[in-house]
T-cell receptor, first 112, second 113 residues
Framework: GEDVEQSLFLSVREGDSSVINCTYT??????LYWYKQEPGAGLQLLTYIFSNMDMKQDQRLTVLLNKKDKHLSLRIADTQTGDSAIYFCAESLQTGANNLFFGTGTRLTVIP | KAGVTQTPRYLIKTRGQQVTLSCSPI?????VSWYQQTPGQGLQFLFEYFSETQRNKGNFPGRFSGRQFSNSRSEMNVSTLELGDSALYLCASSLPGVRNEQFFGPGTRLTVL
């Protein structure tokens, strides 16, 4: 199956770290992605991780992948008000295939 | 480089009508995918076109169709609209490759009355 679950809401104070979690059911994932969606906008690709990696760091973003538990997380360091948005994790089950399976989305609210 | 563009941005139709949405990918991108986003079902994959051929298809009824032109621009069509087709329709383009880095347009907001 392609169930991808996320908690719906997260609130953090400006300057703190945010951790957004995602669980998936299909162990054949090849790549896993994090997208950001701001109000009235499309999806912006933030980062991705290949399924044989455990961690990837990209400036303020750190992605952790626990393949055994099928758990993916996105940590945003020094969270800013501009980070307020909905964050989606997504998985690809086939290398080169563009049909992504998206999570339910987590609405991150950053409190000044 | 210009991003993915979608037209129109907003559309209002009535039940039973049909609608055509357009997507222009990033220059050089040959793959175009379409997704439907609704509050209830979230983001769901509709179909993908590559070099004018449908390469993947999601689990949607035959009322949803698409095509791709030789310049990689893509259209999707929904016939016999239903209230449940009200959604944000997103298109994404990508280069051929293994990482599936898809770049999304702003979407077309379709409202069916």
């Amino acid at each position: 199956g392609e169930d991808v679950e996320q908690s719906l809401f997260l609130s953090v104070r400006e300057g703190d770290s945010s951790v957004i979690n995602c669980t998936y059911t299909d162990s054949s994932s090849t790549y896993l992605y994090w997208y950001k969606q701001e109000p009235g906008a499309g999806l912006q690709l933030l980062t991705y991780i290949f399924s044989n990696m455990d961690m990837k760091q990209d400036q303020r973003l750190t992605v952790l992948l626990n393949k055994k538990d099928k758990h993916l997380s996105l940590r945003i360091a020094d969270t800013q008000t501009g980070d307020s948005a909905i964050y989606f994790c997504a998985e690809s089950l086939q290398t080169g295939a563009n049909n992504l399976f998206f999570g339910t989305g987590t609405r991150l609210t950053v409190i000044p | 480089k210009a991003g993915v563009t979608q037209t129109p941005r907003y559309l209002i139709k009535t039940r039973g009508q049909q609608v055509t949405l357009s997507c222009s990918p990033i220059s050089g991108h040959r793959s175009v995918s379409w997704y439907q986003q609704t509050p209830g079902q979230g983001l769901q994959f509709l179909f993908e076109y590559f070099s004018e051929t449908q390469r993947n298809k999601g689990n949607f009824p035959g009322r949803f169709s698409g095509r791709q032109f030789s310049n990689s621009r893509s259209e999707m069509n929904v016939s016999t609209l239903e209230l449940g087709d009200s959604a944000l329709y997103l298109c994404a383009s990508s280069l051929p490759g293994v990482r599936n880095e898809q770049f999304f347009g702003p979407g077309t907001r379709l409202t069916v009355l």
